[in-house]
């Protein structure tokens, strides 16, 4: 499996994206403002650019990546938001989004060491595609720990409308799919289907 190690805050620099995106509150960086700025930038470059926005967001690697786009592209509806569903559904993604960890790279880490169960069942994939109906819960000894604490004592959680959660039982539900107006991220999803699409 592999890592992404790349420093958060000079990444969310060169995307022009808030690290609050990646769960980050209190992340930035100062180092060499200005530096990676061009003056201009060819369409090829800006597609390029709108992709690996989008890689990094989710903190998927180039090949899983494409396989989103071409599972997507075989779907009903528009390409760009299949994709961006089929990202959104995504078990790491989920795990954010309820709350149950600060940042996507530690969902990843929850997800992978057999924290979640999903309808009653372990799953330790991070990719794992939730479904409607599905039910997420922590693992009962998972749910006693110091990690978790803050939501069983009721820390509010802003989940997206698609997902509910009962903090004192530590549980999610997928209520619905995701609509494009329910992904906060700005991004032109077409340029990245242009560019898969050359």
């Keep these: 499996m592999a890592v992404n190690k790349e420093p958060i805050a000079k990444k969310c620099r060169s995307f022009d994206i808030s690290p609050a995106v990646m769960g980050y509150s209190n992340k930035k960086s100062t180092r060499n403002p200005g530096g990676n700025r061009r003056k201009k930038v060819s369409e090829y470059g800006a597609q390029l650019k709108e992709k690996q926005k989008v890689k990094f967001v989710y903190g998927v690697q180039e090949k899983q990546f494409h396989k989103y786009y071409l599972k997507a592209s075989n779907m009903k509806g528009i390409t760009g938001d299949n994709m961006l569903r089929l990202l959104e559904l995504r078990l790491d ?57 803050s939501l069983r004592e009721g820390t509010t959680v802003l989940t997206p409308k698609w997902l509910s959660f009962d903090a004192p039982n530590l549980t999610g539900n997928v209520a619905a799919l995701p609509t494009r107006e329910d992904i906060d991220l700005e991004v032109a999803e077409n340029m990245i289907v242009e560019y898969y699409s050359r």
């Excluded at 929850?110 to 693992?139: A, C, E, F, M």
């Design 93 to 149: 993604n989920v795990v954010f989004r309820l709350g149950l960890a600060k940042t996507r790279r530690m969902a990843r880490q929850v997800v992978g060491h057999g924290h979640i169960r999903v309808n009653g069942q372990k799953v330790d994939i991070p990719s794992y595609q939730v479904k409607v109906g599905d039910v997420i819960t922590l693992r009962p000894r998972s749910a006693e720990s110091e990690m978790f604490k």
